[in-house]
């Protein structure tokens, strides 16, 4: 039976659990055509600490979007994701990962779920809040806690 599922885009933040995610959804495309596509979101420096930002932050902004570019192309190329697939984006990330599966057309949109704190409830906190907004399926993968 065909993959129902012809193009995928994968919420990535970066951490460990990324590995999982990305493989969850790959093995949903396996031996069917499709296409895989990555997302990694940066919250603009301004948005996430309020507009009051007492310096300028576009070196460091800049620095960031460059670093996420480097890790999202490391994990394409464990899945020979062609760069073209690879987007990094500054803005809201669920807005923005909601945005882009609309623009691609994408039939499901893979993001990580898990209970931590910290930075790591970012993802867990965005696979739940793409769910009423998306125009497609959601896959989110319960990643393990403890690494692999």
Known sequence: MPC???KILVA????????????????????????LHLIHVIEPLALAYGADVPMDVTDLQTG??????????TYARRYDIPSDNIHVELGSIE???????????????????HTRSGLALLLGSTARGLVPG???DVLAVKVDQKGN
Request: aromatic share 2%; charged share 25%.
């Open 4 to 6: 129902p599922y012809r």
């Open 12 to 35: 990535i933040d970066g951490s460990d659990e990324s590995a999982q995610v990305l493989s969850r959804a790959a093995g949903v495309l396996s031996g069917n055509e499709g296409e």
């Open 64 to 73: 960031l979007v460059e670093q996420a570019k480097e890790m999202a192309a």
């Open 95 to 113: 807005k923005t990962i909601l945005d882009k599966a609309d623009k691609l057309g994408a039939d499901l949109i893979v993001a990580g779920s």
């Open 134 to 136: 998306a125009h497609c």
